[in-house]
């Protein structure tokens, strides 16, 4: 398991400082600035999230699930989680130079995830057959995991996507 620097509890601004060796990706420079949804808002309550690339080429992030994210009382909603599944893994099949939507996403939700909590998220390219490529993943924090994913991308031509 990875050692974490980033603080688990919120303060006025979270800690979402990488791991050691791992450098910042820079996302809107592969995809445009289109990620509103989930990472567009640095400063806002919802999620807060950085990306970087480990020594091994694998994106990963540091998410910050802020109060906006709730669904059971004090803990992230299981579609925030899923949210955030669906774009560090989508995105990690962009970095690993793959023009893609996702055509299909399973989540399993393993623990309850308390709001204000900085957690990590790690993904993995594992195939890649023809036009479908899938990426696991998971969201963690130290030895807990809060939730797991499959996610089956489907490469598209870039020009069918109006990237900005
Ligand atoms: C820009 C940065 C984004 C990165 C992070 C954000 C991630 C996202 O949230 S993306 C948004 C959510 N996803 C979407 O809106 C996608 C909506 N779906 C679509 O646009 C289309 O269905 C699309 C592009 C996935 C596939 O359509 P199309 O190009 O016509 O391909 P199609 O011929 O049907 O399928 C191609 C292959 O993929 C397979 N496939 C397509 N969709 C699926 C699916 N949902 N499940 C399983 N297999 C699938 C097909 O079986 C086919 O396989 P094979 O080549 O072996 O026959």
């Keep these: 398991m990875d050692k974490t620097h980033a603080n688990s509890t919120c303060s006025n601004r979270p800690d979402l400082r990488g791991e050691i060796n791992w450098i910042p990706f820079d996302a809107a420079a592969f995809v445009g600035s289109s990620l509103r949804f989930v990472s567009g808002d640095p400063e806002g309550n919802r999620f807060r999230v950085s990306y970087y690339l480990d020594s091994t080429q694998h994106l990963k992030a540091k998410v910050w699930f802020g109060p906006e994210t709730e669904?059971?009382?004090?803990?992230?909603?299981?579609?925030?989680?899923?949210?955030?599944?669906?774009?560090?893994?989508?995105l990690a099949a962009w970095a690993a130079g793959y023009s893609i939507v996702v055509g299909n996403l399973s989540v399993s939700f393993r623990n309850m995830l308390p709001l204000h909590k900085v957690v990590s998220v790690e993904t993995k390219v594992v195939s890649a057959e023809g036009r479908k490529i899938m990426v696991h993943g998971r969201i963690y924090c130290e030895k807990?995991?809060?939730?797991?994913?499959?996610?089956?991308?489907?490469?598209?031509?870039?020009?069918?996507?109006n990237i900005r």
């Design 71 to 90: 669904g059971p009382p004090g803990h992230a909603h299981g579609g925030a989680m899923a949210a955030v599944v669906d774009e560090v893994l989508g």
């Design 144 to 161: 807990t995991t809060y939730a797991v994913g499959e996610c089956l991308c489907i490469t598209i031509q870039p020009k069918n996507i």
